[in-house]
């Protein structure tokens, strides 16, 4: 079915330029549905105030409608036209497609001709109308989600006004509901469907034989028992369809008076203008209907799947799928078209959402405006006014940070990650064992090459930690949930939850620390007190060698610094790829969503890997050095 259409090269023109034609047309559409919605709040307004305003200003209203409604309709009817013919020409490629097959085929396919002709037809017809509802919705819904959100401020009534977009939540959860629900009560259908068009086939297939042979077939007992079959099903369908219709009329009567119900109040109270109840109203339908598009498609869903199962079993009886989906580059072929599907989906769902979108509808951006967080929230105690040591009643001066749980958060990760891999270790590793080996064998050797393998062991727990410490707080600060739970104040957050830990100068200034302590135990440990001895340089002063003495004693004096402003470099170089990394997601996130920052979370992905690395190989190189007996030229006279 789609191989025939979007993988023939026949077809490329028409399949993918009458993708994008439809995708355009659509966008267009999209755009005028929310400048209309923003035309309802200007004009019932002016309704509202009818005895206070001018009657040209009503007629100015009027002429701005038909400025947008005239384009609409054009656009709309060109769109459906175009539809009409995308969809036949679908068809007539998945004719010709099956044909060669078909004919080809020795056997006997029992209603072939139906398959080819009927469903075909009806294949087409289905996915013309479907396909264009839902592509509609979804640029429907998230255009007017936005809008939604924004005007669930107006809610007044109690619980429903606590909750941030409450609209949107109702809206969701209703059509969420009547889908289940709707599933439940149509849950026969689609197999009433399925066995409606078989016992037709086979009243269908005893006439045909009955034009070349009217003796042997069609006889009165035959056509009498096939009919009563048919009979039969369509009751059990009539009666099945008619408490769907029942429980669909009744959901969808139900709907209209809902977001009246929650905003009129408001109406009454002056909370809110004519103009604001008849745009919510309007976006409520809009995102509301976009979410029930299937439980108000459900019948046609049922029988373009009772389609799509009989031409599945047709492709396969002629040897269709065989020929076509049994090579490599076909299956890859079918997997892209699927992706960039996919991609050009959440490209377009993106930009909508995004800035630029948001600013091409003249709607405010769904999405939060770039907010980095330099220094570490407060997680608990909450106490307003405090900062972190502040003593507060009771004595207490601990505070829990976001920085803090985001490192907890990582480690009990690294721990469990471990743990499960290495509880039931095998001969033959399971795939989680065998990346923990490989991973292991892979740091260790890292570090043999560096100090050798009589020290490797001694030193791996300490380099491997803070390179997988550095990786996971770097890696899992990308998921969303990172940005997404925050304390919220006017609807923005202003203290995250969770946060890439690497983002708070404190927590690479911690690990840079934690480096130099180590470097400089291992050092007094393996060389003893003559470690210092590179730093405090008096041999040369001794020995009365002036000049010499003081230069030793410059070079020991720059030894000393380059030691501790290392723990500054390891800090910022850390927290600046980190927080420039969090910097750029968040902006390319805001202006153009989802596909935009795909290549943006892969290099933060591959920084993350390198900044961890650097951190972990530089300790181990500094330790090296350390361990290392340091030997003095003295200049003998």
């Known amino acids: 079915m789609l191989k025939s259409f979007f993988l023939d090269k026949k077809w490329t023109l028409w399949a993918w330029g009458g993708f994008a034609f439809i995708i355009g047309s659509l966008l267009a559409q999209t755009w005028i549905d929310v400048k209309i919605n923003q035309w309802y709040k200007g004009f019932y307004d002016l309704l509202q105030e009818a005895t206070e305003r001018d009657v040209s200003e009503f007629y100015d209203g009027i002429f701005l409608f038909l400025k947008l409604a005239v384009p609409y309709v054009i656009i709309y009817t060109i769109t459906n036209y175009f539809t009409r013919l995308y969809a036949f020409r679908w068809r007539e490629a998945m004719t010709f497609g099956y044909m060669p097959y078909w004919k080809k085929l020795d056997a006997k396919v029992e209603g072939a001709s139906q398959r080819i002709q009927e469903d075909c037809m009806n294949f087409a017809r289905i996915v013309e109308s479907i396909g264009l509802q839902v592509i509609r919705a979804v640029m429907l819904l998230i255009a007017f989600i936005p ?228 220094p570490a929230s407060r997680i608990f105690p909450v106490v307003e006014g405090a900062h972190i040591g502040q003593k507060l009643e009771g004595g207490n001066q601990f505070f829990l940070t976001n920085t803090i749980l985001s490192s907890l958060t990582a480690s009990i990760l690294l721990i469990i990650l471990f743990v499960g891999g290495t509880r039931r270790t095998r001969l033959v590793p399971s795939r989680l064992q065998g990346l923990l080996e490989i991973m292991v064998e892979g740091l260790l050797g890292f570090i043999e090459s560096v100090v050798g393998p009589a020290r490797s062991r001694q030193i791996f727990p300490i380099i491997a930690t803070i390179f997988l410490f550095v990786l996971f707080n770097a890696w899992i600060g990308l998921l969303p ?138 300790t181990l190189v500094f330790i090296s050095v350390a361990v290392t007996p340091h030997e003095h030229e003295e200049e003998h006279a």
């Open 147 to 374: 809008i939604l959100w924004g005007l669930s401020s107006n809610v007044i009534i109690p619980w429903f006004k606590d909750i941030s977009g409450s609209l949107v939540w109702i809206s969701l959860t209703a059509s969420l509901g009547g889908v289940l629900m709707s599933w439940f009560v149509g849950i026969k259908l689609p197999g009433l469907e399925y066995n409606n068009q078989v016992v037709e086939a086979a009243f269908r297939k005893e006439l045909v034989y009955a034009e070349d042979d009217r003796v042997e077939y069609a006889k009165p007992p035959t056509i009498f028992e096939l009919f009563v079959g048919i009979k039969f099903n369509y009751h059990r369908l009539f009666l099945h369809y008619g408490y769907f219709d029942l429980w669909l009329i009744m959901y969808n009567q139900s709907m209209i008076i809902v977001p009246y119900v929650l905003m009129g109040p408001g109406l009454f109270t002056g909370a809110m203008t004519l103009g604001i109840l008849i745009q919510t109203s309007s976006a409520f339908r809009e995102v509301q209907g976009s979410f029930s598009l299937f439980m108000q498609n459900w019948t046609r869903i049922t029988e373009l799947r009772s389609i799509f199962k009989r031409l599945n079993e047709f492709e396969k009886n002629i040897g269709f799928k065989e020929s076509k989906g049994s090579s490599l580059s076909t299956q890859v072929k079918a997997g892209l078209v699927l992706v960039g599907i996919v991609i050009v989906a959440l490209g377009l769902a993106g930009f909508i959402m995004g800035a630029i979108g948001s600013a091409f509808l003249g709607t405010e951006s769904f999405l939060s405006k770039p907010h980095v967080e330099l």
């Open 481 to 618: 949930v990172y940005q997404s739970l925050g304390f919220k104040e006017a609807g923005e957050i202003h203290g995250h939850i969770l946060r890439p830990a690497g983002t708070d100068v404190n927590m690479p200034l911690a690990l840079a620390l934690v480096s130099f302590v180590l470097v400089e135990y291992l050092g007094i440990r393996a060389v003893g007190f003559s470690y210092f001895s590179k730093f405090f340089r008096f041999g040369n002063l001794i020995r009365g060698r002036i000049g010499m003495g003081i230069i030793d004693l410059f070079v020991g004096v720059l030894e000393l610094l380059s030691e501790f402003i290392r723990i500054i470099s390891f800090s910022f170089r850390l927290f600046g790829n980190m927080t420039a990394g969090e910097i750029l997601l968040l902006v390319s996130g805001f202006l153009v969503s989802f596909v935009f920052t795909i290549p943006f979370y892969g290099l933060e992905l591959l920084v993350g890997f390198i900044q961890a690395l650097i951190f972990a190989g530089l």
